[in-house]
């Protein structure tokens, strides 16, 4: 007997998505602000391009938000953080709940959140772990988490955060059968860190979706921010070059997609 389950993603910019699962609404590491300049230190300036596609007020209720930290504004700007004080729980890191405070919560490596849904059921959010950059940067780049979202019913959903490192990825696979990834692309690059990238290459984002096994693979935080050095067409390249590109779903800013994950 085939089973069918489903999660909605509605992408908004960078890193900042509306997932819908399990009769829940999440969402992931909010930015809002308009596009600006952040002086990040001498001679470092981050740069917003594009605006959110919906603004706070029009985000609708949530119940929990996913973040993966809250150290760069391109994860968590002004807005944003404006925006935590009024969701009813933010799951994250031990540093950022530690900075934060209000309703956000820590989760440690491999430990879970259960959330009740609708019905009596839980989805179960459970923190998976993530490298921003390449090993040793940790002092530079701070602590981030990924998530991987799972209940009866849903689809096993991995989120991973800003994770540079394919090494982590294969502890995601030994311990969860995911069906969708939500993989957080764009290359990004810090004069920080020289020519060593803070999240997924294109390559590396199909070579992540190979490990995973994920039927479903959504990029996210490829766009809207100028330190990103490959958007969709690398992606798509990328896709295309590893015979990948049935399982790639490219979403613009304002874009949404509802994907049904089949089961026996």
């Known amino acids: 007997m085939t089973v069918t389950s489903q999660i909605s993603v509605h992408a908004l910019g960078g890193p900042t998505a509306i997932l819908e699962i399990g009769g829940l609404r999440l969402l992931t590491d909010p930015?809002?602000?308009?596009?600006?300049?952040?002086?990040t230190g001498p001679g470092r300036v981050l740069v917003k391009t594009a605006p959110t596609a919906l603004a706070p007020a029009e985000i609708g209720p949530v119940d929990a938000v996913l973040l993966s930290h809250d150290q760069h504004r391109d994860n968590l700007d002004v807005s944003g953080r404006?925006?935590?004080?009024?969701?009813?729980?933010?799951?994250?890191?031990?540093?950022?709940?530690?900075?934060?405070?209000?309703?956000?919560?820590?989760?440690?490596?491999?430990?879970?959140?259960?959330?009740?849904r609708p019905g009596g059921s839980t989805l179960r959010v459970t923190r998976v772990p993530a490298?921003?950059?390449?090993?040793?940067?940790?002092?530079?780049?701070g602590e981030v988490a990924g998530f991987v979202l799972s209940g009866p019913g849903t689809p096993t959903v991995y989120v991973s955060g800003d994770n540079?490192?394919?090494?982590?990825?294969?502890?995601?696979?030994?311990?969860?059968?995911?069906?969708?990834?939500?993989?957080?692309?764009?290359?990004?690059?810090?004069?920080?860190?020289?020519?060593?990238?803070?999240?997924?290459?294109?390559a590396q984002?199909?070579?992540?979706?190979?490990?995973?096994?994920?039927?479903?693979?959504?990029?996210?935080?490829?766009d809207s921010w100028r330190h990103f050095t490959e958007g969709a067409d690398a992606l798509a390249k990328a896709f295309a070059q590893a015979g990948l590109t049935d399982r790639l779903t490219l979403l613009h800013p304002g874009r949404h997609t509802v994907l049904t994950v089949a089961t026996t």
């Open 31 to 39: 930015t809002f602000d308009p596009p600006r300049e952040y002086v």
């Open 205 to 222: 984002t199909a070579e992540a979706a190979r490990i995973l096994g994920a039927s479903h693979v959504v990029p996210l935080h490829f």
């Open 131 to 141: 490298l921003h950059g390449p090993e040793g940067s940790e002092p530079v780049v």
């Open 164 to 202: 540079a490192s394919l090494d982590l990825v294969p502890q995601i696979a030994e311990r969860f059968a995911v069906d969708v990834a939500i993989l957080f692309a764009g290359a990004a690059k810090t004069a920080l860190l020289g020519d060593a990238y803070l999240t997924l290459t294109s």
């Open 82 to 116: 404006d925006y935590l004080g009024r969701v009813p729980l933010v799951l994250t890191t031990a540093s950022a709940a530690g900075r934060l405070g209000g309703a956000t919560r820590a989760v440690p490596v491999w430990e879970h959140v259960d959330l009740p």
